[in-house]
């Protein structure tokens, strides 16, 4: 699949595609955006490929205290409907306490899901690039700069917000949206302080578009 995505001074054509030798994808999926598009993508390219009823899809929501689970739980059912398509979901993988404290995912969660895997597997987690500091209209920084890993695949790696974002939109998948969480510092709702919501309030001016889940 190749999509031209993202606002003018930022668009970019991306390109997705799944092995044709997988029979079982593993989804980090956190409840935020970036993870509930990451989503939709697999599923749109498996539904273009005729292997959406052939392949396994299993989300994995690793425990942390940022409401992780509730509206990850929402956004698998959600997206299953929409793609008529049974979606495994572990909700509850267990999470280092550092890790935890951190609102992460930590190396020790990652790697027990890893061994879990069986062959034919192909792991996914939706992390993506800081706004670049030059057009950005905030001051909070991303306090981690994600890199690639041998355990899972990162199609988002460099990738903005509004590029992400827009990929939803391309999809026609926009309704998951009010299903997702993006503060790192209350569990329901926004701050409007911190860098992620700073981040998801500038991907929705710049595509020209409404975030339904405002409140």
């Known amino acids: 699949?190749?999509?031209?995505?993202?606002?003018?001074d930022l668009e970019v054509n991306f390109k997705f595609t799944i092995p044709a030798d997988i029979y079982e994808i593993v989804l980090y999926l956190s409840g935020g955006l970036d993870s509930a598009t990451l989503l939709c993508l697999i599923l749109t390219?498996?539904?273009?490929?005729?292997?959406?009823g052939?392949?396994?899809?299993?989300?994995?929501?690793?425990?942390?205290?940022?409401?992780?689970?509730?509206?990850?739980t929402d956004i698998v059912k959600h997206i299953s409907l929409l793609f008529n398509k049974e979606i495994e979901h572990v909700n509850n993988c267990v999470n280092d306490e550092d890790s935890i404290t951190k609102g992460r995912v930590g190396v020790y969660a990652i790697k027990e899901i890893w061994k879990r895997s069986g062959p034919n597997t192909?792991?996914?987690m939706a992390v993506n690039k800081m706004?670049?500091?030059?057009?950005?209209?905030?001051?909070?920084?991303?306090?981690v700069v994600y890199k690639e890993s041998p355990y899972y695949d990162s199609p988002f790696l460099n990738l903005h917000k509004p590029q992400i974002l827009d990929i939803?939109?391309?999809?026609?998948?926009?309704?998951?949206?009010?299903?997702?969480?993006?503060?790192?510092?209350i569990?329901?709702?926004?701050?409007?302080?911190?860098?992620?919501?700073?981040?998801?309030?500038?991907?929705?001016?710049?595509?020209?578009?409404?975030?339904?889940?405002i409140n």
């Open 45 to 52: 390219e498996l539904k273009n490929t005729q292997r959406l």
């Open 131 to 143: 706004a670049p500091s030059d057009i950005r209209p905030f001051r909070q920084e991303l306090l």
């Open 1 to 8: 699949m190749e999509l031209a995505i993202g606002p003018n």
């Open 187 to 213: 569990v329901e709702g926004r701050c409007n302080q911190c860098y992620s919501c700073a981040e998801r309030s500038w991907a929705f001016s710049l595509l020209g578009k409404q975030d339904p889940s």
């Open 54 to 72: 052939q392949t396994n899809i299993k989300c994995v929501t690793v425990v942390k205290n940022d409401g992780s689970m509730q509206y990850s």
């Open 122 to 124: 192909k792991s996914y």
């Open 168 to 185: 939803l939109f391309k999809l026609n998948c926009e309704s998951v949206i009010p299903y997702t969480h993006t503060c790192t510092v």
